[in-house]
């Protein structure tokens, strides 16, 4: 018998979850995957994942969650619920919620995937804010969920041998040809490798992820208040611009999600990548100081806390744009994190690992400065119930110091954070199958661009106003397994 035509490539771009994912089942639909990644290793921003990935219903609740679709849609917020935006005339919101239905409805069968046929532990179910139901999967054991889907997929994708992983191999433009319906379509992509540039020819799944990271570039065009800013994102160019030169539809550019709370490590203030101060140190009890005084009622919403702190005068700027220009000023606040020995306790599981870091201190009560023993005294009276809080916090969590000269010799953690930029909800307009939309004339509906998909980060529309925590790792998934089968069927001529 003879052997048929052979597949034509599927070109992945990226190798994070989403790539990942995509390559995957572009691979068991039969396909040959031909994975760039930029970086030296694959894994992207996923393999730092920590808090785990939602799904709901799936074996390892214990409720009947029926909710995932209706929170979804209400932390997307006002860019969801609007019926036309200026912005995103062609994007509304029927499509928005197609996305939503589509990463909801999937979202019980991408845990027993990553379960039954990737072989990753997902048994322990948390619930995190915005959720109305625990429905954050993560494993049992120390390896973080990120890390843990990233390895185990890379594992079986090198098993297989149609998939080729090239890295240090960054794309930097898509190739387009005229197709025979008129419109313009996509061949394939020319990269650089080490210093030499190439091109490949095939289905292109773009799997680039955000660009939080980026904060002299896109974040800077996009959102010039938060230029400057640190984050927990890797300080990668964004690749948007890409997709927008064969016409792709970029939405919501300007929604950007920011976390009050990086810790900025003593040793290298500067560093323009930082770690998260996990919520639960605010939550277990924490309280925030500027120059010793409390300013803010630390349960808000992360989105109230860092407009609070970001009015605050900053410690450190670039004086002007031009001076920002190629320099790595970052635009910072000196905001101390103070946890006391019950906050402490309530937060062990983190704060080990902060403490070993350097980005916790464990200091005495009376070596600290006047103001800020001052501010401890009054808080504990608050928490004791004898005055309220001037700034309406109401929940303690396992704060116990008393307020009284004991308190002296007691010892509570104190760390130094600033708001930071975490993801970003806008990207390349996509289809229920990850096929990236192209801009249309006015009143005309947004066409598939013919050979080029998208999903993850990179995409937009989905998260609206807001991101829940656990759903990007779960898009990824979703829409990148979605992309995969749909460039193989393409590539495969089905
Ligand atoms: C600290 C941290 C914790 C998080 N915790 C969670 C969590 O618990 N749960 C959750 O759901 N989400 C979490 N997120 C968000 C989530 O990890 C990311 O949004 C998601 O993983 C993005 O995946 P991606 O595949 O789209 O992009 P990435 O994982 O960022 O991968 C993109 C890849 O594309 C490569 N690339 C970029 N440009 C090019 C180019 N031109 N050519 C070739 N390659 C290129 C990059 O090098 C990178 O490897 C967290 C994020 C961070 C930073």
Redesign the pocket.
Known sequence: MSPGPAPQTIIV???????LSASYAALRAGGAVRL????ER?????I??????NGAPTRFQRDQDTAFYSDTVRSAGARLAAEADASTTHFRRPEREALVATLTGASGKAIDFLVDEIGVDLSVVAQLGGHSFPRTHRGAGKLP??AAIVTALLEKLKQDPKFELSTA???KRLLTQISDAGSRKVTGVE?TSAGQTATLQGAVIF????FAGDTWGLLQKHRPDLAGLPS???P?PG?HGLLEAVGAQLIDMDSVQIHPTGFVQPSDPDARVKF?AAEMLRGGGGILLHRGRRFVNEMETREHVSHVIMKLPPSSTAATAAEKEGSESLTQWDIQLLLDPGACEAAASHIGFYLWKGLLAKKKVKELDEATRESIREYSQVVAGTKPDALGRKVFGSWRLQGTEEDEELEVCIGRVTPIT??TMGGAAISSKGHVLAKSDEGASLKPIEGLWAA???TGGLHGDNRL??????E?VVFGRAAGAEAASYALGR
């Open positions: 771009v990226g190798g994070g979850l989403a790539g760039l990644e930029r970086a694959p894994g992207g921003n996923s730092k994942a920590s808090s785990g990935i969920p990120g191999s960054e794309v990269f799997t680039t992820g955000g927990t994102n890797d990668r690749t998260l975490h993801f993850g980060e990179i925590g656990g759903s990007s790792l779960l990824c």
